[in-house]
């Protein structure tokens, strides 16, 4: 039976899949397995899904099941070489006791996994094993669409209806894994996944020394989703660390768009939803996203089973009507604002149920008063502050336009539109590549600069943000330690594994050059480049007398 490594249906003596086009003539590029590799005697390994700084993923076929399966190997950048065609991976004598630690720890984590497979929000992870010196993990793979896809076809938002049906078995399974002892840390929008039966899983699975700075291992955060701690170094990670994530994730349901980045909302910490959103969303919601993505830990939701109350309950109009009469009577410091409440939560998180509740109780002549004195989101939701008063105050005409947000980095777009009444930025689906922009700057949008913003003075502009050239050029790496030189080839967008040598010209642990490559070749973005390192020189043999 001949099956095509990119989709493992089978294809007779073809060359080229009739189903995905996959050309099964090419060979997958060393460190990773080669293709129809077959692991415990079972699994015929195909091309890679993705991979991270501590494993790879790849379509495999279960031959004694006969279904599609995935299959993730354990493989550290950095702790190890294979070379082109080679199943063993071989590992530094000086990495040794690192990287047994490291894949120790990865399949202690899977199996906490795999024991809670009956979970609906995780991955079914049916089968661990040790082979080719390393380790591998078999999870089931099922019809699924990538959720950002999902949103985008839903009109680049969720209600809250459809939301909350979804995330609710996610943050039991975050809180089952937790009590396990072990977390996600990677919670975001490109790891989770709708099924068929219109269940939301997550993917992405790593362990914590994946997930934080200053670790054995290239860390991969994702921006937007990744909670402040996750930046410093070696900063312990809990389940307060998942709850930002996860609260990430659903801002994103419902905005169609992820928080600032953790670094940058250190320095501005206002969540950009717009005015016609905020309506939309039941008050205790809106509230509970604002306590989940607090960027200082002390004000966040500390447990999942507060987060799960706050996103159900909203609170009785007589217990809000006796904090607003509280809060109203009281001259509040500034030092007093940044306490927390009882239950927990901001005073800022305080004030915007209050505001919910005062919808509630005094109708809708009482919130258009409301609204005309006190927006209740000051502070926490900004960009749409003032397009909330002008709303409700006069229906003038004022004529603005779409600002230009091409040629600006991302970063600095998203604060351009928070002081831009009534825009809200949206990032594309994917980003794209460019030789005009370079990598992080956005470099189309949708309305264009200059469109008409419609009367009720609210758009959604859509940017697309460059990923840079599509070729890279090699970097000059002789000499330069192995650190300095994966930092380098990172930065150009580039992955690296090293290979060990003897050099009578540098240092152990100075790297001699490229295996395959000299400097200034060009590669493709995301290409895995091997460099020789040196062992120092030959020892010499030493006769007997």
């Known amino acids: 039976m001949a099956l095509c490594m990119g989709c493992m249906q089978e294809i007779g003596d073809r060359r080229f899949c009739p189903e995905c086009g996959f050309d099964n003539a090419e060979k997958q590029q060393a460190p990773f397995l080669p293709y129809r590799t077959v692991l415990a005697n079972r699994y015929i390994v195909g091309a890679g899904i993705d991979t991270n700084g501590e494993s790879t993923r790849y379509l495999c076929y279960d031959k004694q099941t006969g279904d599609i399966a995935i299959v993730a190997e354990f493989l550290p950048v950095g702790l190890f070489s294979r070379a082109e065609g080679e199943t063993e991976v071989r590992v530094n004598y000086e990495n040794r006791l690192v990287y047994n630690k490291l894949k120790d720890d990865f399949i202690n984590y899977y199996r906490v996994v795999a024991d809670l497979r009956e979970l609906s929000a995780l991955m079914n992870v049916h089968n661990i094993f040790e082979e080719n010196n390393t380790a591998y993990v078999i999870e089931d793979s099922e019809d699924y669409i990538p959720f950002e896809e999902y949103v985008e076809r839903s009109g680049g938002s969720l209600d809250w209806d459809v939301a909350r049906p979804l995330f609710m078995p996610v943050i039991s399974a975050l809180e089952a894994l937790h009590k396990r002892g072990v977390g996600h840390y990677a919670i975001s929008p490109k790891n989770m996944y ?314 152990e642990g100075r790297v001699i050059g490229y295996k395959n490559h000299q400097v200034g070749d060009t590669v493709e973005y995301g290409t895995n480049i091997t460099i020789i390192v040196s062992k120092g020189k030959e020892p010499t043999a030493t006769t007997a007398p």
Request: glycine fraction near 8%; aromatic fraction near 6%; hydrophobic fraction near 35%.
């Open 194 to 507: 709708i099924t068929s039966s219109g269940k939301l899983k997550i993917s992405g699975f790593a362990t914590e020394n994946e997930r934080k700075r200053g670790t054995s291992l290239k860390s991969q955060l994702f921006s937007g989703a990744a909670a402040p701690e996750q930046y410093e170094v070696a900063f312990p990670l809990d389940d307060i660390t998942d709850i930002y994530g996860l609260c990430a994730t659903l801002f994103y349901a419902l905005t169609g768009h992820l928080p600032k980045a953790a670094p940058e909302r250190l320095k501005d910490s206002r969540l950009l939803m717009s005015t016609t959103t905020v309506k939309k969303l039941p008050p205790h919601v809106v509230s509970a996203l604002a306590n989940g993505l607090q960027v200082e830990r002390e004000n966040r939701i500390t447990d999942f089973d507060e987060l799960r109350s706050q996103l159900s309950v909203a609170h009785t109009a007589k217990a809000i009507q006796d904090e607003i009469s509280r809060t109203a009577s009281m001259n509040i410091s500034r030092s007093e604002k940044e306490q927390k409440s009882r239950n927990g939560m901001s005073r800022v998180s305080i004030v915007i149920i209050a505001a919910a509740a005062t919808f509630v109780i005094l109708g809708i002549a009482g919130a258009i008063l409301l609204m005309q004195n006190q927006n209740p989101f000051l502070g926490m939701f900004g960009g749409n502050q003032n397009a909330t008063q002008e709303s409700t105050l006069s229906t003038e005409w004022t004529g603005p336009t779409v600002p230009n947000y091409v040629g600006m980095t991302y970063e600095e777009a998203v604060k351009a539109a928070g002081g831009s009444t009534g825009v809200t930025l949206m990032r594309a689906y994917s980003d794209e590549h460019s030789d005009s922009y370079k990598e992080g700057v956005v470099m189309a949008q949708s309305p264009a600069a200059g469109s008409k913003v419609s009367q009720d003075g609210n758009i959604v502009v859509s940017v697309t943000v460059s990923k840079g050239a599509q070729m890279r050029e090699l970097p000059k790496i002789e000499g330069q330690s192995l650190d300095q030189v994966s930092s380098d080839i990172a930065a150009q967008g580039l992955l690296a594994s090293a290979e060990y040598s003897y050099s009578d010209k540098y240092a």
